[in-house]
């Protein structure tokens, strides 16, 4: 299994924070996200290998615990790097990045395209930016 951090695990990692200290199931982060529990189990070893998660994925009773300072310096200072976005050409998208709501109302509009997901149904034009 490879132990590099996958974009959903920060995903998991956000949705921990989320949840907060409420008791929580693998059975519900998987219904809650839309990712498989064997992904689930192995973002949070991931996550714990890369110190941002504290416990042990193996006991059945102790639940995995975000560091907090761990996640907010990754998130601030590594996601960027981690996960760069990629550029691509122009196409019809879902805007995305600072072109999509909330970002779009409070960053000032260049000339150039909004970045977008592809998406051949939508009326918006602009260069695809495709998730990692």
Known sequence: MSMRL?????????KLVAIG???????????????????????????????????????????????????????????????PAERGELTRGMPTSYAAPPLSSIIVKSKDPPPVWPDKESKVRGYSLAPC
């Open 6 to 14: 996958k974009p959903q695990d920060i995903v998991v990692a956000l």
């Open 21 to 83: 200290e409420e008791k929580w199931t693998y059975v519900q982060l998987c219904t809650q996200l839309y990712i498989s529990s064997s992904e689930i189990n192995a973002g949070i070893k991931r996550l714990e290998r890369a110190s941002i998660v504290t416990g042990d994925s193996e006991s059945r009773t102790a639940r995995p615990r975000i560091v907090d300072s761990a996640l907010g310096e990754f998130l601030v200072h590594g996601v960027k790097y981690a996960f």
